[in-house]
């Protein structure tokens, strides 16, 4: 069955350091990849997406992510992470005709002072 | 222009009730997702129309679940004799094809008491 992992229940990072959620998938076939993040009692904003080519993915607010193919994985970097970055964090693979989101079970994002 | 709207924001029904949550989706979107996300956890499938035609319902978890867009624009989500484990986010999102990024409501809070 398909399955999108997030390891990293929680992490936590001081202000201007880096970032890096990591997010592994199991699907035979080529993925639609997204992140999206979640502030406390929003719904889901769309950070970027990886449909095919590059497989370096620039999104909003300084977040990009990678495809790496051999390794089932796209995760998400940001350089330098900012106070209003503190949120869940999901990654979700697009799959079958419909498109349907299946995903991770998030990455909790704390940022100290 | 405006996004996903979902109403009511939050409702409390007692154990036994019917309820019914609104999706208005982006004008023009042709594809409509609803989502279940739990205490914690990643949004999970419901169900899905593309225009008026409901497509894939084979997340709804039991056949309490219903769900309809009789003109391929608003749809609605009923539960039937909610249960305590039906307290959850629904989230409503629209996409205006398939395989491409779907926008979010902010949800519907059920807490079934």
């Known amino acids: 069955a398909q399955s999108v992992t997030q390891p990293d229940i929680h992490i936590t990072v001081s202000e201007g350091a880096s970032l890096e959620l990591r997010c592994n998938y199991s699907?035979?076939?080529?993925?639609?990849l997204f992140w999206y993040v979640q502030s406390p009692g929003q719904g889901l904003q769309l950070l970027l997406k990886?449909?095919?080519?590059?497989?370096l993915v620039q999104g909003i607010k300084g977040f990009e992510a990678e495809f790496k193919r051999s390794q089932s994985s796209f995760n998400l970097r940001k350089p330098s992470v900012h106070w209003s970055d503190a949120a869940e964090y999901f990654c979700?693979?697009?799959?079958?005709?419909?498109?349907?989101?299946?995903f991770g079970q998030g990455t909790t994002l704390q940022v100290k002072p | 222009g405006a996004g996903v709207s979902q109403s009511p924001r939050y409702k409390v029904a007692k154990r036994g009730q019917d309820v019914a949550l609104r999706c208005d989706p982006i004008?023009?979107?042709?594809?409509l997702f609803w989502y279940q996300q739990a205490l914690g956890q990643g949004p999970e499938f419901l169900t899905y129309?593309?225009?008026?035609?409901?497509?894939?319902k084979s997340g709804l978890p039991s056949d309490r679940f219903f769900a309809e867009r009789p003109e391929g624009s608003v749809s609605t989500l009923k539960i039937q004799r909610t249960q305590q484990e039906d307290s959850a986010v629904y989230l409503c999102?629209?996409?205006?094809?398939?395989?491409?990024?779907?926008?979010f409501g902010p949800g519907t809070r059920l807490t079934v008491t």
């Open positions: 999102a629209s996409s205006p094809r398939v395989h491409y990024e779907q926008y």
């Open positions: 699907y035979g076939a080529t993925p639609y």
């Open positions: 990886y449909f095919s080519g590059d497989t």
């Open positions: 979700a693979v697009g799959r079958g005709n419909t498109g349907k989101l299946i």
């Open positions: 004008s023009g979107h042709v594809s």
């Open positions: 129309f593309q225009n008026e035609a409901q497509l894939d």
